[in-house]
């Protein structure tokens, strides 16, 4: 199966779902990563699933709650690290996981995580290399380095 990723066009990467392929952005600040976001969104479709990965402030909040913007016209979003879960309704609804808190992947049963990969939105798990079996086969992986109001470089793999 191949997905076409945002910013594809003469430039830009086909990215196969299988294969190990993976495109870097530079992004000089945050306004950048907002605009990357906006783009990351216009190629986003239920049913798809984005795990992302960088260190605390690295701006994977900021990334999710400006891919909500691009898709529902506003800013819905909050941190959800006491709640693990939060979901933004819209055409299509957004589900935003944060996984930074997960201990031990057999905790994901009594939380009911895996709800949130139903087909009928699109789902973004921070931290998800806490649990690698909750994401479905073919999601997509953001890894975010830089943080505060300085420079950084997303991989899209």
Same mark, same amino acid.
């Given at each position: 199966m191949h997905r076409f990723f945002p910013g594809e066009g003469p430039c830009g990467t086909l990215l196969d779902s299988m294969s190990a392929a /993976? $495109?870097?952005? /530079? @992004? +000089? &600040? @945050?306004?950048? @990563?907002? =605009? *990357? =976001?906006?783009e990351f969104a216009r190629g986003l479709r239920p049913g798809d =699933?984005?795990?992302l990965s960088g260190p605390l402030g690295a701006g994977k909040t900021t990334f999710v709650r400006a891919v909500v913007r691009a898709l529902?016209? $506003? &800013?819905?979003? /909050?941190? +959800?690290? *006491?709640t693990f879960w939060h979901r933004y309704p819209g055409s299509p609804p957004v589900d935003h996981l944060d996984l930074y808190r997960v201990d031990d +992947? /057999? $905790?994901l049963? $009594?939380?009911? @995580?895996e709800d949130a990969f139903d087909g009928t939105s699109i789902v973004f798990a921070e931290w998800w290399r806490n649990a690698p079996g909750l994401l479905p086969d073919g999601h997509r992986e953001l890894v975010f380095e830089g943080s505060g109001d300085g420079p950084r470089t997303v991989t899209v793999r």
């Amino acid at each position: 199966m191949h997905r076409f990723f945002p910013g594809e066009g003469p430039c830009g990467t086909l990215l196969d779902s299988m294969s190990a392929a /993976s $495109e870097i952005r /530079s @992004l +000089p &600040d @945050l306004a950048a @990563l907002q =605009a *990357f =976001a906006a783009e990351f969104a216009r190629g986003l479709r239920p049913g798809d =699933a984005v795990g992302l990965s960088g260190p605390l402030g690295a701006g994977k909040t900021t990334f999710v709650r400006a891919v909500v913007r691009a898709l529902h016209g $506003e &800013d819905q979003t /909050s941190s +959800p690290t *006491f709640t693990f879960w939060h979901r933004y309704p819209g055409s299509p609804p957004v589900d935003h996981l944060d996984l930074y808190r997960v201990d031990d +992947p /057999s $905790e994901l049963t $009594e939380l009911g @995580l895996e709800d949130a990969f139903d087909g009928t939105s699109i789902v973004f798990a921070e931290w998800w290399r806490n649990a690698p079996g909750l994401l479905p086969d073919g999601h997509r992986e953001l890894v975010f380095e830089g943080s505060g109001d300085g420079p950084r470089t997303v991989t899209v793999r």
